[in-house]
């Protein structure tokens, strides 16, 4: 029983791997541009994301800092910090004041949400478009208000799943897939 229920998880994270495949194709295309235009005119990437998407912000912010696949240049991009807030943390508040902080025209905001939008997204959103950011957000199905923030210059890489497990495993997937396109655009073929 225990080992179909696991076999289970297995099957529907694949399937939603496979299914997606078409669909993100191209918005994780224009959103591997998105970085490496950004990027390649000396904007920087700031990664966030509330509660434990943070954590997947995180991982791609060492991922452009430090290397994928294969050795590069690091690139300009940190992880917005939900504790530096002079409260103690007020996890939204606090990313919103480092976005008015360290935001420029040219930057880019990378978010995470697996769970379902609130308005603290909102509030990152309006930030970042503030400082004249572009945004790329990485969220899943139940994400349809935050379609209405984005702008026309924004992209939304939503995985087609209202599960937070399933929306968390497809977003690992899809920050690999934008650091192998940045890699391939910044330094090439490897074959």
């Known amino acids: 029983m225990l080992e179909q229920r696991i ?9 939603l791997q496979y ?11 224009v959103a591997a541009q998105m970085l490496v235009d950004g990027i390649t005119a000396g904007g920087r990437v700031l990664c966030g994301g509330l509660g434990l998407s943070q954590l997947d912000a995180h991982y791609l912010a060492a991922l452009l800092v430090g290397r994928f696949e294969r050795d590069r240049p690091g690139l300009a991009a940190w992880t917005l910090d939900p504790l530096a807030h002079p409260d103690g943390g007020g996890d939204a508040a606090s990313l919103v004041r480092q976005i008015q902080t360290l935001g420029h025209p040219g930057d880019l905001l990378l978010l995470f949400e697996a769970q379902a939008c609130d308005s603290r997204h909102g509030e990152l959103i309006a930030a970042a478009h503030a400082q004249d950011m572009s945004v790329i957000a990485l969220t899943g199905s139940q994400d349809e208000a935050l379609r209405g923030l984005l702008l026309e210059t924004d992209v939304q890489l939503r995985v087609p799943q209202s599960r937070a497990a399933r929306v968390a495993e497809a977003q690992r997937l899809l920050a690999h897939c934008l650091c192998d396109a940045l890699d391939i655009q910044l ?3 490897a074959e």
């Open 19 to 29: 299914q997606s495949a078409e669909s993100l194709a191209r918005p994780v295309a």
């Open 187 to 189: 330094l090439g073929s």
């Open 7 to 15: 076999q289970q998880q297995f099957f529907e994270s694949a399937d």
